[in-house]
């Protein structure tokens, strides 16, 4: 099982990116898939995930609005689309898998994989 994040870039305030998690080893339709972020200084904070039996999907207060979660199943990737970005979002990014199939957590212990994370930087 291998999950492995890319699209992290520079971005201004009020910028749009989207970060990839590509999985390998396992299908969607069987994990929960989820999005972290660290910020420098800080905590690792959830971001949203998406449940893998039926897509739905969920999202921390502070991103509710601007961030959509969305999978391929075809390509085997979930995306984080981020717009409306803020220097606050500046932060390393995470995606993580959970072999649970019917809902996702916001707690990190929860997930068993985790990729290698993606450097977002929101500055002008």
């Known amino acids: 099982v291998q999950l492995q994040a890319s699209g992290g870039g520079l971005v201004q305030p009020g910028g749009s990116l989207r970060l990839s998690c590509a999985a390998s080893?396992?299908?969607?339709?069987?994990?929960?898939i989820g999005w972290f972020r660290q910020a420098p200084g800080k905590e690792r904070e959830w971001v949203s995930c998406?449940?893998?039996?039926?897509?739905?999907?969920y999202y921390a207060d502070s991103v509710k609005g601007r961030f959509t979660i969305s999978r391929d199943k075809a390509k085997n990737t979930v995306y984080l689309q981020m717009n409306s970005l803020k220097p606050e979002g500046t932060a390393v990014y995470y995606c993580?898998?959970?072999?649970?199939?019917?809902?996702?957590?916001?707690?990190?212990?929860?997930?068993?994989?985790w990729g290698q994370g993606t450097l977002v930087t929101v500055s002008s």
């Open positions: 993580a898998g959970d072999p649970t199939r019917y809902y996702c957590s916001g707690i990190e212990e929860e997930y068993d994989y």
């Open positions: 080893g396992f299908t969607l339709d069987y994990y929960a």
């Open positions: 998406i449940i893998g039996g039926d897509g739905s999907t």
